[in-house]
């Protein structure tokens, strides 16, 4: 069965510092991949998806960027972290062609 | 733009059904999604729907689609305690980008 991971559960950064947050999803092969961010008290927003390895598209213009090293790993990243860049992250999966997406855990990012 | 709406809270009693509405903008959805959120959780994916269908019932949850009014609701019969959570509408053209709305907090009181 497939399993999807997320990594740190939880983080604290200061203004400024640098941001790598991993995904990694396990038991499927060429999946499409999915960022999303959950604001507080807020719905998801969709901040980038991969249809395969070194293929990523961003859907909101920020300091935020992501990557797809290997077919099953995808990286959410940023140089400089900002107050507004605190949420709830979480990535997700889905079979090319399948309409269904599946969640992982999620991240919570507190920015200070 | 495309634009999910839903309202903010909904609280019922134990054993009652809950209906959880949520209206789209967007006339070229053709998939439309249910998904569940615990505290401090992920997304549960609940259930979706065709746009060219007008009901799918799986178990205690019944999804209704009005595609003319561009409404689509979750029922859940027999609401139980473990229901209490955030539910989610989303909706999607390609079955690749979600839109979400903002989530409906269901409160289950005993």
């Known amino acids: 069965s497939q399993t999807i991971h997320q990594w740190p559960a939880t983080l604290v950064q200061p203004v400024g510092s640098p941001l790598s947050l991993e995904c990694t999803v396990e038991?499927?092969?060429?999946?499409?991949l999915y960022w999303y961010r959950q604001a507080a008290g807020r719905g998801l927003q969709l901040l980038f998806y991969?249809?395969?390895?070194?293929?990523i598209s961003s859907e909101v213009p920020q300091n935020l960027s992501a990557s797809r090293p290997q077919d099953r790993q995808f990286i959410l990243s940023s140089k400089k972290l900002l107050l507004s860049d605190s949420g709830f992250y979480l990535c997700?999966?889905?079979?090319?062609?399948?309409?269904?997406?599946?969640f992982g855990p999620g991240t919570r990012l507190t920015v200070t | 733009g495309e634009d999910v709406e839903q309202s903010l809270f909904l609280s019922v009693r134990e054993g009652d059904s809950s209906v959880i509405n949520c209206t789209y903008t967007?006339?070229?959805?053709?998939?439309l999604y249910w998904y569940k959120q615990e505290p401090g959780a992920g997304l549960q994916l609940l259930t979706y729907?065709?746009?060219?269908?007008d009901m799918k019932q799986d178990q205690r949850l019944t999804v209704l689609l009005n595609k003319k009014d561009k409404h689509l609701s979750l029922r859940i019969a027999d609401t139980q305690t473990g229901d209490s959570a955030i539910y989610f509408c989303?909706?999607?053209?390609?079955?690749?980008?979600?839109?979400f709305g903002t989530g409906t907090r269901l409160a289950v009181r005993p």
């Open positions: 997700a999966w889905c079979s090319s062609g399948v309409y269904e997406q599946y």
């Open positions: 038991g499927t092969s060429n999946p499409n």
């Open positions: 991969s249809v395969g390895i070194g293929q």
């Open positions: 967007d006339s070229s959805s053709t998939y």
């Open positions: 729907i065709f746009s060219n269908m």
């Open positions: 989303a909706e999607s053209i390609r079955g690749d980008k979600l839109t």
